[in-house]
């Protein structure tokens, strides 16, 4: 409990956010009840065979009949009295977040997020780069106008070839994804169920942050990380056949409350958004090597498109909520001259797996183990397009297109105004 308290502590978590005293209380009582009730099922078990026995010679065991009717009673009684108590527990267990990685640093924010490495050069313009939202209206690719006549505030239209580099920017990364068969792509709903949501650590942490449809009890995915984790929820899996890696292209939905005023301008920070996402399902001694792989796989794609990176390392307070460890891959905006988070790439350790009852089996060992989860964009399809519009705009207003991507834009390669 020390340790908990203060890695939690570490988080800019306090006792009184996360009601460590309730759940110590609640603990020892429900371990004590545990004692008493297997205290009385050996009791039961003792006085079952003693009535067999006294049956089997011809005696009377009305008396230890009746005892046992008692002990039955107590028995159901401390049951009932176990279920409240664990039901009191979950809910405070389910508000915990996960414990930080010893490799995590402590911090109290982004300013002490390590940097760990950068690939790529900065472009000097000789000119003022203008913002991505600007470059986009002016070319006619996006009508953020439009998008809110439709929807509202803080959603995309994209038009033409915008529309275009979207759908050529989600099967660039899924191929990138799936070239000699790294990751097995799929394709999962776009809705999920409570449990779903619970098993991923969005609930009920996070409810204020989804889109519910209270008719269907079902959620609006914010990744797909919910669903594809979720494939295997309530799973034993064969240790022979991990780890197991999936791709997923989807869109994602996200109220984003509290974020009014910030990122809100272009395709930043919206409610509606599309993302490919990795995730893994490893061995817990493998799965530090491979959340390396994986973010690896997603800075893959950032060097393919020839875009500015670095790559930090996120300290304590910065964390996830499910995440032990997370790396953020933060590509290079020239028009604020800022680094802005494209990817997170996370090992959440058995955080997930205990949640969702996903486990493994090693052949010829006893009793199974818990999965370690990995995930990471690979990449936001968004920010991405924001990104190449930003550093590959020309001072006419034009933006080239990565050589990399051309192939999938019918070799265009240049967006420039109709």
Request: proline letters at 5%.
């Amino acid at each position: 409990m020390a340790r908990i308290k203060e890695m939690l502590a570490a988080r800019g978590l306090g006792e009184a956010e996360v009601r460590l005293d309730v759940f110590q209380r609640l603990d020892e009582d429900r371990r004590k009840l545990l004692a008493e009730v297997e205290s009385l099922n050996h009791k039961r078990n003792l006085a079952s065979h003693q009535i067999a026995r006294l049956k089997k010679e011809g005696k009377n065991a009305a008396e230890q009949i009746a005892e046992m009717k008692a002990v039955g009673e107590s028995i159901k009684e401390l049951s009932a009295e176990l279920k409240r108590v664990e039901q009191g527990i979950t809910p405070i267990l389910y508000l915990l977040p996960n414990i930080p990685d010893s490799t995590v640093t402590l911090g109290n924010g982004p300013e002490d997020n390590p940097k760990i490495r950068s690939w790529g050069e900065v472009r000097v313009f000789d000119f003022q780069p203008k913002p991505h939202w600007e470059l986009g209206e002016s070319l006619g690719i996006f009508d953020f106008t439009r998008a809110a006549k439709i929807a509202g505030a803080r959603f995309p239209l994209l038009v033409g070839l915008g529309a275009l580099m979207e759908r050529a920017l989600i099967n660039f990364m899924i191929d990138i994804h799936t070239e000699a068969g790294k990751y097995k792509e799929v394709y999962p709903p776009f809705m999920v169920n409570p449990d779903s949501m619970t098993g991923t650590g969005q609930l009920p942490k996070f409810a204020q942050e989804l889109f519910h449809m209270a008719d269907d009890d079902l959620y609006l995915i914010p990744t797909a990380e919910v669903p594809v984790t979720n494939m295997h929820r309530e799973e034993i899996l064969s240790a022979d056949d991990l780890p197991l890696n999936y791709v997923a292209f989807t869109p994602c939905f996200r109220r984003e409350a509290g974020s009014y005023g910030k990122d809100t301008r272009g395709l930043i920070r919206q409610h509606q958004f599309n993302k490919v996402e990795l995730v893994k399902f490893a061995r817990a001694e493998d799965s530090y090597a491979e959340l390396e792989k994986l973010t690896q796989d997603a800075e893959e794609v950032l060097k393919r498109l020839e875009l500015p990176y670095r790559v930090v390392s996120l300290c304590s307070a910065d964390l996830g909520f499910a995440a032990a460890k997370t790396y953020d891959l933060e590509v290079w905006f020239p028009s604020q001259g800022v680094h802005r988070e494209i990817s997170s790439c996370s090992n959440f350790e058995d955080f997930q797996a205990r949640r969702a009852r996903i486990r493994y089996k090693v052949k010829g060992e006893k009793g199974t183990k818990l999965v370690h989860t990995i995930n990471g964009s690979g990449l936001a399809v968004g920010r991405t397009m924001a990104a190449i519009l930003e550093n590959y705009q020309l001072e006419d207003g034009s933006v080239e297109v990565p050589p990399a991507l051309r192939p999938y834009m019918k070799d265009i390669d240049k967006i420039q105004k109709a």
